[in-house]
């Protein structure tokens, strides 16, 4: 007797019927689509529950700014997502570049240019990135834990630096700039929409991006396709670590002070609203259109809040429940997705084999 294999039955080898909504809002459109209603939800409760005090155009421009800080926070960490890895210390190496980019000698020296501060705060963010890229990448340590550390490391290092203490901003032509509008839109909003068109591109139209995404796929098939996947990773962390940079010079100008406590938490904020916004926290897909709508609903979700005078712990909760939701979800959509990538099983049957003589 000889085993041979022939295709299942009919039954199984018809296609499994798909309801076809549940296969659109499971496609990067149909997520995108379902966060916009879901914003779009948000904002008519605030109307009704706030009225004039949430629907007015400067507190719309109050949603924008406050969301602008985390949204160019979380645009870096969406590439380092993407790829499968998770960046911890975004919070801390913002505190860290606001420490560095107000130091006296700094200010001083920016004095007749400003854009020096700026500089200064980025080539921080860069420096920490790189520092995680390479622990992670060269030293073979795991993500977590290596951004765990510097999440501690440069919190400490901005305490030490400013001897824990705050660090006005007196360079007013900085101050000028990053509190002047365009079009009736701060600056600090132009700058958020810059960074995610910059990011969208990158991570859409280039091979850089289509390197992290299959990076965050299969790292070992990425390596094998020609991939030098340790460098790739280190350039992530460093644009993680740019991003926060930026991030720290908005902020300053927002605060006019830097400070050792600035940023934090703000990288568990900004891995939701990436999470939210439909990247995978495995890796292999990463959205950056996403990533806006999530830092705008989360920033609504406050603001609406904090409109009808709910204590912050009700926002933490409700901010917790949403971040179930959308994991839970992208666990169901990923087990779908891969369930209808592998067909029905062939049948295994057993043939008579001819008499022997």
């Known amino acids: 007797m000889s085993d041979v294999t022939v295709p299942g039955d009919l039954k199984a ?31 008519a409760v605030g109307a009704v529950t706030a009225g004039e005090n949430f629907m007015n155009a400067n507190n719309m421009l109050v949603i924008l700014r406050y969301a602008s800080v985390i949204g160019v926070v979380a645009i870096g960490v969406t590439f380092v997502i993407t790829a499968g890895g998770i960046d911890l210390s975004v919070g801390s190496v913002l505190g860290l570049a606001s420490i560095m980019a107000t130091i006296g000698a700094i200010q001083t020296a920016a004095s007749g240019f400003w854009p020096l501060m700026v500089f200064v705060a980025i080539a921080t963010g860069v420096i920490a990135g790189l520092l995680n890229g390479l622990i992670i990448a060269y030293g073979k340590v795991v993500a977590f834990m ?59 139209r280039t091979t850089f991006g289509r390197r992290t995404v299959a990076i965050g796929g299969n790292a070992t098939a990425a390596r094998l396709a020609g991939v030098n996947v340790k460098r790739h990773t280190v350039y992530l962390y460093m644009i993680a670590g740019a991003c926060a940079g930026v991030a720290a010079t908005m902020l300053l100008s927002r605060t006019t002070a830097g400070t050792s406590t600035h940023g934090q938490l703000y990288e568990l904020d900004a891995i939701a609203a990436v999470v939210v916004g439909g990247t995978l926290l495995i890796g292999g897909r990463g959205t950056i259109g996403g990533t806006v709508l999530g830092v705008l609903l989360f920033a609504t979700l406050t603001n609406v809040f904090t409109q009808n005078n709910l204590s912050t712990s009700v926002q933490l909760v409700a901010k917790g429940i949403i971040i179930v939701i959308a994991v839970m979800l992208q666990q169901r959509f990923a087990n779908r997705e891969a369930a209808s990538s592998s067909g029905p099983p062939a049948a295994t049957v057993p043939s008579a084999s001819p008499p022997v003589a």
């Open 13 to 43: 080898d018809r296609p499994a019927r798909v309801n076809p909504a549940r296969r659109f809002f499971a496609s990067g459109a149909g997520r995108s689509i379902g966060l916009l209603i879901a914003l779009l939800v948000l904002v």
């Open 146 to 204: 290596a951004t765990l550390a510097m999440l501690v490391a440069a919190r400490g290092l901005a305490e030490l630096i400013s001897d824990r203490q705050t660090q006005i901003v007196d360079n007013q032509g900085f101050l000028s700039f990053f509190r002047s509008d365009l079009l009736g839109v701060s600056w600090v909003v132009w700058i958020f929409a810059i960074v995610a068109l910059i990011g969208w591109f990158v991570l859409n």
